[in-house]
């Protein structure tokens, strides 16, 4: 047995693997970076109030037409968008992403591993900024309307409230939630394999297929959950972490 | 001078009508108490003063100075609004105060952040923090909890939570301190420690304007009350008088049934 991890088709396929776990790394990572903040956006978008016909509003009117006026169009696009992200999979995005720009003749994606991995990030991105928003959505309005009041009263700017009132309550109520989100993250990076971006699984299952000379093995697949484990249970370490950093107040 | 005045306020949601014609003075350094059943619009009344909700109708004046007015929309500007609010400091029920500061965090937020609109904040932001924190600090030992400056609410008592509550309210020095039925939320045991320090505010002439079921305390503390019923003023007059010697045959009912429980 431990002659075999000193094989070079072991080495091989291990550094093989590794060559797809950066790429994994790096779509995480960016991922995140982009999908946190993203997310906020599209949740204040989706909370909105801004309704530009409310002015039409009127006691007398039937309650459908008053209904119409108070339309809030920066809600509806932020929801309609949200509606159509979590409502499609997330492989027929990265696909429509990809293949369609050029199908179209839009524009082509340059070919090489690079912009495979902008394509995949762009997705990636966007899938869960929309499932973010709606965790800090609830996150938000979790928060009782009296801290927001308390802080009214005491000539705070909404801006002041938001940031020195209710942001640190909502961040300590979403991170539960958003753990999910970003475990599964770490799993769902395998999808990109579809627009063969050479991540982990796409690395393993290459050498079932045929690769530097290896074929036929089924091993290097499986053994890929071990990375996926190590991953996310690094993942699991991080945010007991903060949600420890958190328990100082209730 | 009245430092406040009220002129017909109303206050409609959608038909329902929470306030009607509500109209009194308060002169500067009295305590005024608000009494009622509930659903009888005092906690409208005090939410409409601190603009938490924005009034139907009627005119508030402080100083002489109109800060509201229904029928002039140039007195509604919602960037005034902040502005007016710190006319009026608001003592809650259930005492909101923020889960992730200290005690004495609790007590200076507010007024850092007003600080950092000061024209010399930036030269002398370190002397000014520090006054801030040193008034502070004096607030809450004036309430009793020096020793509490720095636990977290969760860490309080009722009773505590609802004095430093007090105590952040006073740190902004408003002309009028509002308390919406400050020792409901809290245990029988707890209220002595928060009716204590109100009425050591109310011999010190603050002026207040204080929600209240605690029938005994408002008699005692409070210079004038106000009796409300159905979102309208149904008496009012000096404190003791409108308790111990109603006008108003509801009044007279109402005061009945606290003497029953």
């Known amino acids: 047995m431990l002659e075999f991890f000193a094989s070079d088709e072991f080495r091989t396929v291990v550094s093989a693997l590794n060559t797809g776990c950066i790429r994994t790394l790096q779509l995480f ?49 932020c929801r309609l968008v949200v509606w159509i992200v979590r409502g499609t999979p997330l492989v027929l995005q990265l696909i429509a992403l990809f293949y369609v720009p050029g199908m179209v003749g839009w524009f082509n994606w340059p070919g090489g591993t690079s912009s495979r991995m ?63 989100e970003v475990i ?67 | 001078m009245a430092i406040l005045q009220v002129q017909n306020l109303e206050k409609h949601f959608d038909k329902t009508k929470v306030l009607q014609d509500i109209s009194f003075n308060l002169e500067a350094g009295q305590a005024m108490a608000i009494i009622g059943s509930s659903g009888s619009g005092k906690t409208t009344l005090l939410r409409c003063l601190n603009f938490l909700e924005k009034p139907s109708g009627g005119r508030i004046y ?102 430093v509550a007090i105590a952040r309210a006073l740190a902004l020095h408003p002309d009028i301190l509002c308390f919406d039925e400050p020792t409901s939320a809290l245990d029988p045991e707890l209220t002595g420690e928060v009716l204590r320090v109100i009425r050591g505010l109310a011999e010190q002439k603050t002026t207040m304007i204080i929600v209240t079921h605690e029938m005994a305390f408002a008699r005692d503390v409070a210079d004038q009350v106000i009796f409300m019923d159905g979102g309208l003023i149904v008496e009012q007059g000096p404190a003791r008088q409108v308790i111990e010697d109603p006008k108003e045959e509801r009044t007279r009912q109402f005061l009945s049934r606290y003497a029953e429980g």
Request: aromatic letters at 12%; one cysteine or more; proline letters at 4%.
């Open chain 1, 29 to 77: 990572f960016i991922t995140l970076i982009g999908s946190l903040p993203l997310g906020l956006l599209i949740c204040l978008g989706s909370m909105n109030r801004l309704a530009p016909l409310r002015f039409l509003q009127k006691k007398e009117n039937p309650r459908w037409l008053n209904a119409v006026w108070g339309f809030r169009p920066i809600s509806a696009i």
């Open chain 1, 118 to 180: 902008v394509a995949a990030c762009v997705t990636f991105i966007i899938n869960y900024a929309c499932y973010f928003s709606e965790i800090y959505r609830g996150g938000i309005q979790g928060v009782p309307v009296g801290q927001q009041e308390a802080g009214q009263v005491l000539g705070m700017t909404k801006g002041q409230i938001f940031r020195h009132v209710t942001l640190l309550q909502m961040v300590k109520r979403i991170v539960p939630p958003v753990s999910n």
């Open chain 1, 184 to 250: 599964t993250l770490v799993k769902d990076t395998s999808l990109a394999r579809v627009i063969s971006l050479q991540e982990i699984i796409f690395m393993g299952e290459s050498f079932l297929k045929s690769n530097m000379g290896y074929s036929g093995l089924v091993w290097p697949l499986f053994f890929t959950a071990v990375y996926y484990l190590v991953f996310s249970g690094l993942v699991t370490l991080f945010l007991n972490w903060v949600e420890k950093k958190l328990a100082y107040f209730r």
């Open chain 2, 62 to 163: 402080i100083k002489d100075d109109c800060i509201f007015d229904a029928d002039d929309p140039t007195t509604q500007r919602e960037a005034d609004v902040r502005r007016k609010r710190l006319h009026f400091g608001m003592v809650f029920q259930s005492f909101n105060l923020f889960p992730q500061y200290t005690a004495l965090q609790n007590v200076t937020l507010a007024k850092e952040l007003l600080a950092k609109e000061y024209p010399d904040y930036k030269q002398n932001k370190k002397r000014i923090l520090e006054e801030i924190r040193e008034e502070g600090r004096k607030l809450l030992a004036d309430i009793g909890l020096a020793a509490r400056e720095d636990h977290y609410p969760h860490q309080l008592s009722g009773g505590q939570q609802q004095r």
